[in-house]
């Protein structure tokens, strides 16, 4: 089997979150040569594989294989590989059957290698993402077998195949904010306390603005809100309270409490309550690691380009391995469609990033 049979194969495996499409039984039975663990909690399926081949270092190649709903509106059916003018279309082929299906091809075809091969895959990505990689992770750590790095094959590239690779992410700070006011009649404002007046001309100052200046690596952590709600839908009740929504993807220079003085001053002299919880925590790996410089030279190798070295984007499974010191990046096909109606990629995309795992592993001494 090819790795693009391998990849039509997966797409046609419906695996909405939480479910795998059995694909995890088909992929352990796929590598026969590898152990295979399962890490199965509740209804997420998990599992790892792992092969030593020699006394060197741990390599581990990790993902997803469930996907987001289709929805409606395709033109082909998202859960049947159709190949059209160089392109492959159907659920998952962005995010992230391809990558999944680039690493398992490479490792089914190994032969040789200086240490131990591995995967790690989930059906709890695009979900909750507690009982999934997390609960895995755990596992390994209890039984000795963390791997020293790790590569996520995440869509990463930006317009060509080849130009970017994730060496971490932003974090993801989420807000709550009650404003307290005193619910009264439209035709005698001064006998409410309307808490839309008392937010309205405090938001030029909170919308949008950043709250560091950022880095070579990070952009500025930014207050987005994403929701302002009040009132009871008529025309003549001022609100009682006023409930505003918010996110900040953080950098490592700004953390709640940076994010809960910013809050106060704009909120000065009024009753509010603040709640904040911490979705994931910015990381960044070492550019110089071994696993930087060797994933840039074998991308180098296939596509003769240099990646540049990003943290854009939303949040990854690799937010939970950076913290246990494991050097750990992002590489995988262009991300332009997914989760969107008609999501593809192309057929050379495919080829080339089973391509640049295979020279990945080759190179790895």
Not at 98 to 104: I, K, L
Not at 157 to 176: H, L, M, P, T
Not at 233 to 252: A, D, G, Q
Request: proline share 4%; with cysteine; glycine share 8%.
């Amino acid at each position: 089997m090819s790795v693009v049979e391998l990849l039509k194969y997966m797409i046609s495996c419906k695996s909405e979150t939480p479910d795998d499409g059995g694909l995890l039984d088909f992929i352990a039975t796929y590598l026969p040569d590898f152990t295979a663990l399962r890490v199965d909690v509740e209804d997420v399926k998990n599992l790892f594989l792992y092969k030593k081949f020699g006394e060197g270092e741990h390599l581990c190649f990790a993902g997803h294989v469930d996907v987001v709903p289709a929805g409606g509106g395709w033109d082909t059916n998202p859960y049947e590989a159709v190949e059209k003018e160089g392109f492959l279309y159907g659920r998952g082929t962005q995010d992230m059957k391809s990558g999944v299906a680039s690493f398992v091809q490479a490792l089914k075809e190994t032969e040789h290698f200086a240490g131990t091969l591995s995967l790690l895959l989930t059906s709890d990505e695009e979900g909750d993402a507690i009982h999934g990689t997390v609960k895995v992770l755990e596992y390994l750590k209890a039984h000795d077998l963390l791997p020293h790095a790790v590569v996520v094959a995440e869509p990463t590239c930006e317009d060509f195949f080849g130009d970017a690779i994730k060496v971490g992410r932003r974090g993801s700070i989420n807000g709550y904010i009650t404003l307290k006011g005193k619910q009264g009649h439209a035709a005698y404002p001064e006998k409410a306390i309307n808490p839309i007046h008392l937010l309205a001309p405090r938001l030029s100052n909170m919308a949008g603005v950043d709250l560091d200046n950022g880095d070579a690596f990070f952009a500025p952590s930014k207050f987005v809100i994403t929701d302002i709600r009040s009132g009871m839908e008529v025309t003549n009740v001022t609100p009682n309270e006023l409930k505003m929504m918010f996110n900040v993807r953080n950098t490592t220079l700004t953390t709640q409490k940076e994010v809960s003085e910013f809050v106060a001053k704009n909120l000065d002299g009024l009753e509010y309550e603040l709640r904040l919880s911490q979705g994931s925590y910015p990381f960044r790996t070492n550019t110089d690691t071994k696993l930087v410089r060797n994933i840039d030279i074998a991308i180098e190798k296939v596509t003769g380009r240099k990646p540049k070295h990003s943290t854009a984007g939303g949040t990854s499974d690799a937010r939970f391995i950076a913290p246990l010191g494991i050097d750990v990046i992002e590489f995988g096909v262009k991300n332009d469609t997914i989760h969107s109606v008609n999501e593809k990629t192309t057929i050379k995309e495919v080829e080339a990033l089973y391509e640049v795992f295979k020279a990945l592993i080759g190179m790895w001494k």
